[in-house]
Structure formats: structure tokens, C-alpha cells
T-cell receptor
Framework: AQTVTQSQPEMSVQEAETVTLSCTYD???????LFWYKQPPSRQMILVIR??????QNATENRFSVNFQKAAKSFSLKISDSQLGDAAMYFC???????????FGTGTRLTIIP | KAGVTQTPRYLIKTRGQQVTLSCSPI?????VSWYQQTPGQGLQFLFE???????NKGNFPGRFSGRQFSNSRSEMNVSTLELGDSALYLC?????????????FGNGTRLTVT
């Protein structure tokens, strides 16, 4: 069974600063994907970034990047130049290849301080 | 392109009643998944439909059921409602099965059972 753990229920960061959200996971599969989703008050889950486990290179999407440590089963999200619009719940999730079921962590609430 | 549309946005039901939630995927998307989000249990996978067939099911009692129509629209039904069924129900669609097709989520249906 897959598990995803987010140990930081809440985080805050000053606007324009950098923040890192932590995530660890456990899976017995060799082919899997990892995701970070953002859920603002509108409730819609928005995909922030995706990482294929077989790729060693860390994924990057503009101000968002990940630090993927496969051996340690760690998948942290770094947000650079934080903006007010980044305030939301952030969920880490995993998905096994060939299985359409996402396993989510419990989320981290990110607050941006103006 | 219209996003994933879930109706209704809010529902209030009484214990013992049944409820049907609707999800219209993005045009051209053939896979629809449902998730339950509660403060206590977090986000949990309910089921996934592809080409009108249930392909994957989460760990929920038989009171939770769903179906998918030929136009890929999906409905989820919960019978004999319990207080614990109060949750945000999220629907997500993808073009095809497999993590190469990212999930696109709707805004959810907030169900309150009294």
C-alpha cells in the first residue's frame, strides 16, 4: 500500500521569500509518479508540478521546483519568490504506474505574509 | 475549453436519504475519478470510470456507487446517508488512463448530512 506523509500542517512565508514544503512517501512499486497539488479556497485542486520516479532530474515549473530524493523517498516542494496568490493548501500525492488512484498526504496550509 | 463541472455545488440532506452527484469532464476526457475529502480522513479515492466501466474502486461501503455514461459524464450515488458522509466530493477527469494524462479537478460538491 502507498502512504504519503506531510509533517507540516501549517507553514508561513514572507512575500517574495522562498519556502520549502516537505513530503515523504512509501511505495513498493518501482514505477510511480509524484505530484504536488494546490487547493485554494475555491476548492479546486490544481496541479502544481509532477515528477516521474524514473527521472533523476528534479522537475521545475517556473517558481516551483522539487527536490526528489528517491532513496530517501522524499519529495519536497520549493516555492521561490512567494506571492500572495500562492496561499493555499498544498497536497503531496503519489500514483503507481498503471493505477489511476492518487494517494494524498494530509496537506500543508501555506500562508503568505505581506 | 470548459473545465470539469460538478453539480450541485452544495447539498444538504438528512440521514437515511440518498443523493446523486454529477460530474461533467473536460471535453474529450474519457476517465473520471471521484474523491472524498473530509477534515478527519483527508482525501480518499472512491472510484474511477473509463469508457463506462468501473476500473478501480477505493475502500468505501457499497452505499457508494457510481456510473459513467457514453458521453463520459459521471454520476455518484450515496444511499442511506450517514452523518459521516458529510464531505467535499471531488471529481477529476483525464484524457486517457495513465499518469501521462494529468488529472483535472472540478470545484467539488459540498455535501452536508444532518
Amino acid at each position: 500500500a502507498q502512504t504519503v506523509t506531510q509533517s507540516q500542517p501549517e507553514m508561513s512565508v514572507q512575500e517574495a521569500e522562498t519556502v520549502t514544503l516537505s513530503c515523504t512517501y512509501d511505495t513498493s512499486e518501482s514505477d510511480y509518479y509524484l505530484f504536488w497539488y494546490k487547493q485554494p479556497p475555491s476548492r479546486q485542486m490544481i496541479l502544481v508540478i509532477r515528477q516521474e520516479a524514473y527521472k533523476q532530474q528534479n522537475a521545475t515549473e517556473n517558481r516551483f521546483s522539487v527536490n526528489f530524493q528517491k532513496a530517501a523517498k522524499s519529495f519536497s516542494l520549493k516555492i521561490s519568490d512567494s506571492q500572495l496568490g500562492d496561499a493555499a493548501m498544498y497536497f503531496c500525492a503519489s500514483l503507481n504506474f498503471g493505477n489511476e488512484k492518487l494517494t494524498f498526504g494530509t496537506g500543508t496550509r501555506l500562508t503568505i505574509i505581506p | 475549453k470548459a473545465g470539469v463541472t460538478q453539480t450541485p455545488r452544495y447539498l444538504i440532506k438528512t440521514r437515511g436519504q440518498q443523493v446523486t452527484l454529477s460530474c461533467s469532464p473536460i471535453s474529450g476526457h474519457r476517465s473520471v475519478s471521484w474523491y472524498q475529502q473530509t477534515p478527519g480522513q483527508g482525501l480518499q479515492f472512491l472510484f474511477e470510470y473509463f469508457s463506462e466501466t468501473q476500473r478501480n474502486k477505493g475502500n468505501f461501503p457499497g452505499r457508494f456507487s457510481g456510473r459513467q455514461f457514453s458521453n463520459s459524464r459521471s454520476e455518484m450515488n450515496v444511499s442511506t446517508l450517514e452523518l459521516g458522509d458529510s464531505a467535499l466530493y471531488l471529481c477529476a477527469s483525464t484524457k486517457d488512463r495513465g499518469a501521462d494524462s494529468p488529472l483535472h479537478f472540478g470545484n467539488g460538491t459540498r455535501l452536508t448530512v444532518t
